[in-house]
């Protein structure tokens, strides 16, 4: 438990002139789940690849359970499973044969039976002669994971593993998630979900290569220190016109019949809200900053580089 | 619903469409370069009546009409004699293993004989198993060597004085599949070795598989290993085939020990599958990887010797036709088919095809890309 499953630092990935991460530092604690946030573009897959040795760092170094990222790749795959952003099994193959093939890469023994067990595991027994190319992508995304886990590794690296999966095969992934947790397995997991996102033990968010936040959610959102007021009224999209730009102001969204208005500045916010609510015949009053404010200040403060 | 034509919706596909061309560079070098390169190289390289074709000479007694003889030949432009001053034994193995395409024999009586004005025999033996080599080099003997041997003698020949006695060796009656469909063993196993492997790594790289592949733990010999080696089998089928038609349909006759032939078979089905497994590490798509064969592919079928004689093309074409295990595989082939060659007499074509497959394979798992960089 003393070394942590990742530990890197001064990432940097280069292609051509762009920098697509830069310099970035983490730590993941053994048998912790870590979420990777960011937007579209903003370097997750890129950093995931260069942790499981799939790509070569320009700069930086590190360790992924205590192997070194750049001289021991082949140790590290052997120890990591990956599961890619796009479905990666071979849609052609059935069920069972894309599994006895990755266990026959990972010289699993015997390969019969980690087969015969890991279709057990995932409900897919009858199924087995299905196609994978056949599955709905809830399936495939069950298949891809049992198959990430298969050989037992120590370190489990998802890269956006519930886009495009409906809410209740979401559910049950994260609940498999913490099961594998539970077990002493330690979890990356990228993301755009803040529902995800909360249930992770810490988050790491990263925007436009840059590593700009991490810590539990109620670390980040504390240590982002916004003001959120809520105002609620008939004359919520007057307000809206009149806050934009105002003092104070940095973001205003509507969510339903109510809207959130955000900024750095507590004390002009408070005044600019309550100047607008007056004029405007609303209600304010203070709010709990929610993950998702944060996330937004953060794309907004950093810088694009990417154009 | 109206059906109509618009030139505004036909700009913006034809619109659409160029920027694609022009996006793809390799696609648009190959149909601009390609023909170029080809009409060139070919144009020039192509020869169907092939001239100066090497020969060896045997004469015991060089007298003046044996020199006589000798320069007339050579001025035919046909003949072109690289071993001037062979024993018959040394002819036998030249032409045996191909080196050359005539050996012209002139009894040592030659001489004397014609100074009697006897009728004096010469013998030439060319290579028929490739008949377009023979025919226009024999048509115009009779002629040559009796003015040859009038001017040297200084006086009108007699009758007939010099009966040339001609040898079509390993094919007799000059038939053209003897020569073709052997060949065309190796043409038809190119084309499908080449092709299907190199496919092997674009297909996984387009269906996006190949990032799962790489983060698990395969060395690049062993995937190497693992897209080539069924390959070798689909190639058992195809040669079986093709030998059991080339002697139940065509009738060509097997000379030679057929291990031999199984043996440089594998070696040539080997060095096709790793070149076509290294074509596809070097190309993104498999479109890509589709014009790298056909661009490799019809060079390969006209400097090889497949459709003109080797020995006819310009020096230059014969050094590029090297570089093709189509050449060497032809060789061997129609020398221990039609020949009767023995291994060590296509040793050369054996080393050369071994030098391939190591050269191919390294050079592949150099340029295996272990990451996704």
């Given at each position: ?22 310099a ?83 010289g ?76 002493g ?39 982002a220190g ?71 200040q ?10 | ?7 505004g919706?036909?700009?913006a ?13 390799l ?30 000479l ?82 115009t ?21 010099v ?46 598989t ?23 089998a ?71 010797g ?36 023995t ?22 798992l ?8």
């Open positions: 438990m003393s070394e942590p499953a990742i530990s890197v630092s001064g990432l940097t990935k280069r292609f051509g002139a762009r920098t697509v991460v830069d970035v530092t983490l730590a993941v604690a053994r048998g912790e789940i870590m979420g990777f946030l960011g937007p579209n573009g903003s370097g997750k897959t890129t950093t995931i690849r260069m942790m499981c040795g799939l790509l070569e760092p320009d700069e930086g170094e590190g360790r992924v359970l205590g192997l070194d990222i750049r001289r021991e790749r082949g140790a590290i795959k052997r120890r990591v499973g990956y599961m890619t952003q796009k479905f990666s099994f071979y849609e052609d193959l059935t069920i069972e044969e894309n599994l006895r093939f990755v266990a026959g890469l990972y699993m023994s015997p390969v019969n039976a980690a087969v015969r067990d890991t279709l057990e595991d995932l409900g897919l027994t009858s199924r087995r002669d299905q196609l994978a190319g056949k599955l709905s992508g809830g399936w495939k995304q069950r298949l891809a994971l049992a198959a990430c886990v298969m050989h037992k590794p120590d370190l489990l690296m998802l890269d956006e593993p519930t886009a495009g999966v409906d809410p209740k095969a979401r559910r049950e992934f994260w609940d498999e998630i913490h099961r594998l947790a539970q077990g397995l330690t979890v990356l997991v990228s993301t755009h979900y803040m529902d995800e996102a909360e249930r992770c033990h810490r988050i790491a968010y990263i925007s436009y290569g840059h590593l700009i936040a991490q810590g539990s959610v109620a670390e980040v959102v504390r240590d916004l003001t959120t007021m809520v105002l609620t009224g008939p004359g919520t999209a007057a307000a809206a016109q009149r806050l934009k730009g105002a003092p104070g102001v940095d973001q205003i969204a509507p969510f339903g019949a109510t809207l959130h208005v955000v900024g750095k500045d507590g004390a002009a916010l408070a005044r600019t809200v309550a100047e607008v609510a007056r004029a405007t015949g609303c209600k304010a009053e203070p709010a709990e900053t929610s993950l998702e404010d944060v996330f937004i953060l794309m907004g403060t950093s810088t694009d580089n990417m154009a | 619903m109206r059906i109509g034509f618009s030139l919706r036909l700009r596909l034809l619109g659409k469409e160029t920027i694609q061309m022009r996006r793809d560079r696609t648009f070098a190959m149909m601009l370069g390609v023909p170029l390169v080809q009409l060139m190289l070919f144009g020039f390289a192509i020869n169907t009546d092939p001239k100066e074709l090497p020969a060896a045997v004469a015991p007694t060089q007298d003046r009409f044996t020199r006589a003889m000798v320069s007339a030949l050579e001025l035919t432009g046909y003949y072109r004699f690289v071993a001037p001053d062979a024993t018959a034994g040394e002819a036998e193995v030249m032409i045996a293993r191909g080196d050359v395409s005539f050996v012209v024999t002139v009894p040592s009586d030659f001489g004397r004989r014609i100074e009697r004005g006897d009728t004096a025999q010469m013998l030439i033996e060319a290579d028929a198993t490739d008949p377009s080599v023979a025919s226009g080099a024999i048509s003997l009779s002629t040559v060597a009796a003015s040859a041997l009038a001017s040297e003698a200084g006086r009108p020949p007699a009758a007939a004085p009966e040339i006695v001609v040898h079509r060796r390993y094919n007799p009656e000059g038939i053209t599949q003897y020569n073709i469909v052997p060949a065309l063993l190796g043409v038809i196993l190119q084309l499908t070795m080449v092709m299907m492997t190199s496919m092997a790594l674009t297909r996984e790289i387009e269906r996006g190949m990032e799962n592949l790489l983060s698990m733990p395969a060395t690049p010999l062993e995937i190497m290993l693992g897209k080539v080696l069924p390959y070798l689909v190639g058992a089928v195809q040669v079986v085939v093709v030998l059991l038609a080339a002697r139940v349909l065509f009738g060509i006759p097997l000379v030679g020990s057929l291990s031999l032939i199984l043996g440089g078979v594998f070696l040539f089905v080997l060095a096709l599958v790793i070149l076509g497994y290294l074509i596809s590490t070097v190309s993104r798509t498999q479109m890509q990887a589709m014009q790298v064969t056909f661009f490799f592919f019809l060079p390969s079928l006209m400097l090889s497949f459709m003109f004689p080797f020995r006819g093309m310009p020096t230059w074409a014969q050094w590029l036709g090297e570089i093709f295990p189509l050449t060497h595989f032809l060789r061997l082939i129609r020398s221990v088919m039609l020949k009767g060659a291994a060590a007499e296509v040793a050369d074509s054996l080393a050369a095809l071994t030098l391939f497959v190591l050269g191919f394979a390294l050079v592949a150099f340029r295996f890309r272990r990451t996704l960089d």
